[in-house]
């Protein structure tokens, strides 16, 4: 397998659609069973995500940032949306790494040229983000990072649809309230 520095970083464009959406979906099938409904992730997931990401990435929007990881392919992806909270700043509404491709420091990576793009705003804030709390290994890899756990909800249903979500299951709130920590 390559080296990290044998990957590419660049930010998403509109013909990226497709394969962040498939990466995105795929994802979800394999890490969010359980809280996630069967009948979603192994139904419509492919074409709600797709939706998703031709709508986000038609046109550039200094709102969002979308970077993307390639080594060949797409291997994963960093979304932000800027000043999303007036308290806790950024939001990185997704961070998603293709199996086979873990523990290489993808995400690490992918959460430091985030850091740096919310680092050069204007407005100085903070960063956050929402993480199911049956994902360990996004715990690990968020608490390895120096992120604070700051709050707890219910997890909300994927495009806002209940019969998406199986049961009741929690979400936690991980916070940098500077992010610069997190630059490489
Ligand atoms: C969470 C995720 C993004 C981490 O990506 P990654 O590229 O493997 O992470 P890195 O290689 O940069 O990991 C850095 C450190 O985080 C911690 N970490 C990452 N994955 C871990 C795991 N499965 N178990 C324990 N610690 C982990 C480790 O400290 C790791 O350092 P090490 O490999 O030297 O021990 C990846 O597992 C993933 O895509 N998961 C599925 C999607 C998801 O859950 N996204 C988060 C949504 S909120």
Same mark, same amino acid.
């Given at each position: 397998?390559?080296?990290?520095?044998?990957?590419?970083?660049?930010?998403?464009?509109?013909?990226?659609?497709?394969?962040?959406? =498939?990466?995105?979906?795929?994802? %979800?099938?394999?890490?969010?069973?359980?809280? $996630?409904?069967?009948?979603?992730? *192994?139904? *419509?997931?492919?074409?709600?995500?797709?939706?998703? %990401?031709?709508?986000?990435?038609?046109?550039?929007?200094?709102?969002?940032?979308?970077?993307?990881?390639? *080594?060949?392919?797409?291997?994963?992806?960093? =979304?932000?949306?800027?000043? *999303?909270?007036?308290?806790?700043?950024?939001?990185?509404?997704?961070?998603?790494?293709?199996?086979?491709?873990?523990?290489?420091?993808?995400?690490?990576?992918?959460?430091?040229?985030?850091?740096?793009?919310?680092?050069?705003?204007?407005?100085?804030?903070?960063?956050?983000? %929402?993480?199911?709390?049956?994902?360990?290994?996004?715990?690990?890899? $968020?608490?390895?990072?120096?992120?604070?756990?700051?709050?707890?909800? !219910?997890?909300? !249903?994927?495009?806002?649809?209940?019969?998406?979500?199986?049961?009741?299951?929690?979400?936690?709130?991980?916070? %940098?309230?500077? !992010?610069?920590?997190?630059?490489?």
């Amino acid at each position: 397998m390559a080296h990290l520095e044998a990957l590419r970083f660049r930010l998403a464009g509109s013909d990226d659609a497709q394969a962040v959406a =498939n990466l995105h979906a795929e994802s %979800w099938r394999r890490n969010y069973r359980g809280a $996630y409904s069967d009948a979603f992730l *192994d139904g *419509d997931v492919f074409t709600d995500r797709l939706a998703v %990401w031709t709508e986000r990435l038609r046109e550039p929007d200094p709102r969002r940032c979308t970077i993307l990881a390639e *080594d060949g392919g797409l291997v994963g992806f960093a =979304n932000t949306f800027f000043d *999303d909270d007036p308290t806790s700043g950024a939001l990185l509404d997704n961070l998603h790494v293709a199996d086979g491709h873990k523990r290489r420091g993808i995400a690490s990576r992918l959460l430091a040229l985030t850091a740096e793009a919310v680092v050069a705003r204007p407005e100085k804030t903070g960063l956050y983000l %929402w993480v199911l709390e049956q994902n360990l290994a996004a715990k690990a890899f $968020y608490e390895a990072r120096g992120g604070r756990r700051v709050d707890r909800a !219910p997890t909300s !249903p994927p495009g806002g649809v209940t019969s998406r979500l199986n049961g009741s299951s929690a979400k936690l709130r991980y916070a %940098w309230s500077d !992010p610069t920590v997190l630059l490489a």
